[in-house]
């Protein structure tokens, strides 16, 4: 997933490049505005651009990843050092909340209901609250269990992986879109970096 983060600034920062190419090379090697309506366009296109790759820098750098193993629950960051580290005797309730998610409306319309957004809190003996994005609705049921079952002594954690070709055939669609990306970054750096 953090991959799709990664080819979207990499393709918006080669977007940038290319419409300042594109506008330098109008104006014979110089960077000079005629009119303000080239400025206020090529500005946006830069803004744009500029918010996309924000946003995506934001939610790449928000991901958390939750662990279990057989006596804590840990929360990390994915590029960050920090990590959170909880006994499960310290841990008092774990809930989630769930909010929908909706369009805006429109002048003859009203929103629509798109998604749901889940906080998950982990409540702690101490009376402190640990908020978490890290799981949908599904998986925090499956950790809820495994939970109960590690604390209960009933179930043991084992290391078991996926055969190759089996993740391979449940995420082709992923792996379909990565090589398109890759072939579309790739031809537009080349006619952003080499081409004059």
């Not at 989630?96 to 998950?120: A, D, Y």
Request: proline fraction near 1%; glycine fraction near 6%.
């Amino acid at each position: 997933m953090n991959v799709f983060f990664v080819i979207g600034i990499v393709f918006c920062g080669l977007m940038i490049k290319l419409a300042l190419n594109s506008f330098i090379s109008q104006n014979n090697e110089v960077f000079k505005i005629s009119n303000t309506v080239e400025f206020y366009s090529f500005l946006a296109i830069i803004i744009g651009f500029l918010v996309i790759i924000l946003g995506a820098l934001f939610y790449l750098l928000k991901i958390q990843i939750l662990t279990l193993t057989n006596e804590h629950l840990v929360l990390s960051y994915l590029f960050f050092p920090y990590k959170i580290k909880i006994k499960f005797d310290d841990i008092k309730q774990i809930r989630q909340i769930s909010k929908e998610v909706k369009t805006s409306g429109t002048l003859f319309s009203e929103g629509t209901h798109i998604t749901n957004s889940f906080k998950t809190y982990i409540d702690l003996e101490n009376g402190k609250s640990i908020k978490t994005y890290a799981l949908n609705k599904y998986e925090y049921q499956e950790v809820l269990k495994l939970i109960r079952k590690l604390k209960t002594g009933e179930g043991k954690l084992e290391d078991w992986k996926l055969p190759r070709i089996l993740y391979f055939i449940e995420n082709i669609s992923a792996f379909l879109f990565l090589i398109l990306a890759l072939v579309l970054i790739t031809g537009l750096s080349n006619a952003v970096f080499f081409n004059n």
